[in-house]
């Protein structure tokens, strides 16, 4: 298995509509976990940490299911500015290698 | 503030050349970073300093070193240039593994 599958889409969505993905991982011992937004040919830019109880940042909400060793992204009345690619990441701190893994990303258009 | 700043923002080598990759912080942040981002292959750790004078491999170090002499910058090296190293080049800084990682603009390097 994989350290973190995404779907790579491309997610076609119109305007106004609410959209999902899920990340999954696979080290149970994951310890942060992170939403990045990159725009094309952009740097990724944090778009929101994820907390154990769930979090809501205006129309994103993150969710954490620990269990089922995934989280997950909601994105309500979604905006033509929504459109990029959303990375997942996964800390741990494995024998001190403190490191990041991301996943592929996850492309998502808006459609007018 | 100018953030996370690499240079150059692209380059273009032949096969053999080498070169070397700036990344400066003023944030003051002690974690910096380097990672390469290839299509399909989301964001892979390069390389990784968790302080001045320190430097610890990730998951793709072959053919690459660095050094982090200031706290400020972190230097990506290429002795040997070769065409699988063709890619997107980011460097990243935090304040520590827990908290957010701030990008670079990143420079498109490719190896003929």
């Known amino acids: 298995r994989k350290e973190v599958e995404q779907d790579p889409g491309p997610f076609n969505v119109p305007e106004g509509a609410t959209v999902a993905f899920n990340c999954t991982y696979s080290?149970?011992?994951?310890?942060?976990f992170f939403w990045y937004r990159q725009d094309c040919r952009k740097e990724p830019k944090l778009l929101m940490s994820?907390?154990?109880s769930g979090n809501e940042d205006g129309r994103f909400t993150a969710q954490l299911n620990r269990a089922s060793q995934y989280i997950s992204l909601l994105i309500r009345d979604s905006k033509l500015s929504d459109s990029a690619t959303y990375l997942c990441?996964?800390?741990?701190?494995?024998?001190?290698?403190?490191?990041?893994?991301f996943g592929t990303g996850t492309r998502l258009t808006i459609i007018p | 503030n100018a953030g996370v700043t690499q240079t150059p923002k692209f380059r273009v080598l032949k096969t053999g050349q080498s070169m070397t990759l700036l990344c400066a912080q003023d944030?003051?942040?002690?974690?910096m970073y380097w990672y390469r981002q290839d299509p399909g292959m989301g964001l892979r750790l390069i390389h990784y300093?968790?302080?001045?004078?320190?430097?610890a491999k990730g998951e793709v170090p072959d053919g690459y070193n660095v050094s982090r002499l200031k706290k400020q910058n972190f230097l990506l090296g290429l002795e040997s240039a070769a065409p699988s190293q063709t890619s997107v080049y980011f460097c990243?800084?935090?304040?520590?593994?827990?908290?957010?990682?701030?990008f670079g603009p990143g420079t498109r390097l490719t190896v003929l």
């Open positions: 944030m003051n942040h002690e974690y």
């Open positions: 990243a800084s935090s304040r520590d593994f827990y908290n957010e990682q701030f």
């Open positions: 300093s968790v302080g001045e004078g320190t430097t």
């Open positions: 080290n149970s011992a994951s310890q942060s």
């Open positions: 990441a996964f800390g741990d701190t494995n024998f001190g290698n403190e490191k990041l893994t």
């Open positions: 994820v907390y154990s």
